[in-house]
């Protein structure tokens, strides 16, 4: 079978289009689509410094790959960040596989860690907890955005982008939605230009598959290990569903995508939040002590 768009053999089959390419057109339709999606959304402007989170998977290594593809026809830079959450065996070989790929393509990096951050690292604090229900890949996700929001302010950047794909905005949805959490909700609309620090996902309306055989096809070396707490929670489910609802219905995660967009766009504008200053760390928030200062005081009075 031939490509579409040139003379070569195809070498992947877009089922939910029709559309077949060649490598080398199939990586830049993904360079075309993640464009598109930035100038949507008004994600990135001109002159941004834009800190890419890189841990060391396929989607985000990939995002950083892309990135500085656009970059070098728009005017904007890039800087990487990559949080170590100290997680024994697991962030070791990613540190050392996004420092070498951000040598090779030119990009500044830089690693932050929970035990710099805040004195403890994710499994010291996972030791803490004893019965308590939370879960590792929430506290996780609590003191992974302050160390963002830490990292973008030291190396000075606009907005920050994560490697977030079509995929993980459905099954974030669905968790959500399973929560009863209409208030996180809300907060998915991938339109943030209005807000103080931008975050964007540029990847938002790419399928993970996708994502898989763009890292494959341009040769760029991605974590094997998966973290140790993957498993724990209800995504790896919804991931399932989705993929074997996605076999027999092509473009059905595209569908829940825009209706997902619309709803998350109307809870957004009803629900406007009113922002206070944690009496403990001094960081925005919106309660009177922040989440992260909330979430260690109470694993260290255990
Ligand atoms: S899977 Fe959960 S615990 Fe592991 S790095 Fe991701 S958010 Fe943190
Ligand atoms: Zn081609
Ligand atoms: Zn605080």
């Given at each position: 079978?031939?490509?579409?768009?040139?003379?070569?053999?195809?070498?992947?089959?877009?089922?939910?289009?029709?559309?077949?390419?060649?490598?080398?057109?199939?990586?830049?339709?993904?360079?075309?689509?993640?464009?598109?999606?930035?100038?949507?959304?008004?994600m990135?402007?001109?002159?941004?410094?834009?800190?890419?989170?890189?841990?060391?998977?396929?989607?985000?290594?990939?995002?950083?790959?892309?990135?500085?593809?656009?970059?070098?026809a728009?005017?904007?830079?890039?800087?990487?960040?990559?949080?170590?959450?100290?997680?024994?065996?697991y962030?070791?070989?990613?540190?050392?596989?996004?420092?070498?790929?951000?040598?090779?393509?030119?990009?500044?990096?830089k690693v932050?860690?929970?035990?710099?951050?805040?004195?403890?690292?994710?499994?010291?604090?996972?030791?803490?907890?004893?019965?308590?229900?939370?879960?590792?890949?929430?506290?996780?996700?609590?003191?992974?955005?302050?160390?963002?929001?830490?990292?973008?302010?030291?190396?000075?950047?606009?907005?920050?982008?994560?490697?977030?794909?079509?995929?993980?905005?459905l099954?974030?949805?669905?968790?959500?939605?399973?929560?009863?959490?209409?208030?996180?909700?809300?907060?998915?609309?991938?339109?943030?230009s209005?807000?103080?620090?931008?975050?964007?996902?540029?990847?938002?309306?790419?399928?993970?598959?996708?994502?898989?055989?763009?890292?494959?096809s341009?040769?760029?070396?991605?974590?094997?290990?998966?973290?140790?707490?993957?498993?724990?929670?209800?995504?790896?489910?919804?991931?399932?569903?989705?993929?074997?609802?996605?076999?027999?219905?092509s473009?059905?995660?595209?569908?829940?995508?825009?209706s997902?967009?619309?709803?998350s766009?109307?809870?957004?504008?009803?629900?406007?939040?009113?922002?206070?200053?944690?009496?403990?760390?001094?960081?925005?928030?919106?309660?009177?002590?922040?989440?992260?200062?909330?979430?260690?005081?109470?694993?260290?009075?255990?």
């Amino acid at each position: 079978m031939k490509c579409d768009r040139c003379d070569n053999l195809a070498a992947y089959s877009r089922k939910y289009s029709g559309e077949n390419f060649c490598s080398s057109c199939f990586s830049n339709s993904i360079i075309q689509k993640t464009t598109r999606t930035i100038s949507k959304y008004n994600m990135i402007k001109r002159g941004d410094i834009v800190g890419v989170a890189v841990s060391g998977g396929k989607d985000s290594l990939s995002l950083l790959h892309v990135l500085k593809k656009i970059s070098l026809a728009h005017d904007f830079k890039i800087k990487a960040i990559t949080i170590d959450e100290g997680i024994p065996g697991y962030r070791d070989e990613a540190l050392r596989i996004v420092n070498e790929f951000c040598s090779s393509i030119d990009v500044e990096h830089k690693v932050y860690s929970y035990k710099g951050l805040f004195g403890t690292t994710l499994t010291e604090n996972l030791d803490l907890r004893g019965d308590e229900k939370i879960s590792s890949c929430s506290i996780c996700g609590i003191l992974r955005r302050r160390a963002m929001d830490y990292g973008s302010d030291n190396l000075g950047v606009d907005v920050i982008a994560t490697g977030h794909n079509l995929d993980d905005t459905l099954q974030t949805f669905i968790i959500n939605l399973l929560a009863g959490d209409t208030k996180k909700i809300g907060w998915m609309d991938p339109d943030t230009s209005s807000n103080d620090t931008r975050k964007i996902k540029p990847f938002c309306e790419i399928y993970e598959n996708e994502l898989v055989f763009y890292a494959f096809s341009n040769n760029i070396p991605f974590q094997s290990e998966e973290c140790p707490h993957m498993n724990e929670g209800i995504r790896t489910e919804i991931r399932n569903f989705l993929n074997s609802l996605e076999k027999s219905h092509s473009g059905i995660k595209n569908n829940m995508y825009k209706s997902i967009t619309k709803i998350s766009s109307i809870l957004r504008d009803q629900d406007q939040m009113e922002w206070k200053i944690c009496a403990s760390c001094g960081s925005k928030c919106t309660g009177e002590i922040c989440s992260v200062c909330n979430t260690l005081s109470n694993l260290r009075s255990k």
